[in-house]
């Protein structure tokens, strides 16, 4: 069961979500199931002028508003879900357990199924509500993987960047891949 899911939110940082699925896009053994807030696909358009279906050719992608979709039930079976980024509203309704949409149902879910969550949240400064809504994420066993990427490997330009934090998460997942330098390793 090689199922993955990545939802992407109307963060900034649309990048990060470039650079993973583009590792997706490589590994045709491993099923992506991708789905978009509508705010994402705004925030898409302005940062990278992209269409969702751009990103990720190879996805079985979902409508936001889908609550018919596999996504939606426990049993539908997946290893671990990404949201990338991760706007503040939508870590807000995951912790809050309030599943409006697909992606804070899927989020929901996969909390209640014990599965990963990784949360790439993205905000500054950030309230005292956006810290509590982390904690409490993070307790329900979801990892706050803030969208703070490292510079100490010295990244030659914004997509090094962007890969080389998409490999971090990759790490995360238990996936093999080459685009994190690693420390120590070179
Ligand atoms: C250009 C742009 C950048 C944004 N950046 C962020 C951000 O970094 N973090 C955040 O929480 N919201 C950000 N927002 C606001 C969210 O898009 C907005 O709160 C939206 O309701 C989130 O909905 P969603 O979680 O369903 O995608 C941004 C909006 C725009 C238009």
Redesign the pocket.
Known sequence: MNRYVVAI?????MIYARELLAYFATRPDLELHAVI????E??LH??LGLAPTDLAPGAIWHR?DDFTSGLASGSFRARAMVVI???????G?IAQGVGR?L?HRAGEVFLKERRPLILV????PLSLIHLRNQVKAAEAGATIFPACPGFYHQPRNLTDLARQFAGRILDHLGLEHHLTRRWGEE
């Open positions: 939110t109307g963060a900034s940082g807030s509508r705010a994402g705004q925030v302005l940062e936001v980024p991760c706007s503040m509203g939508t870590l309704a949409n992606i949240v993205r905000e500054t």
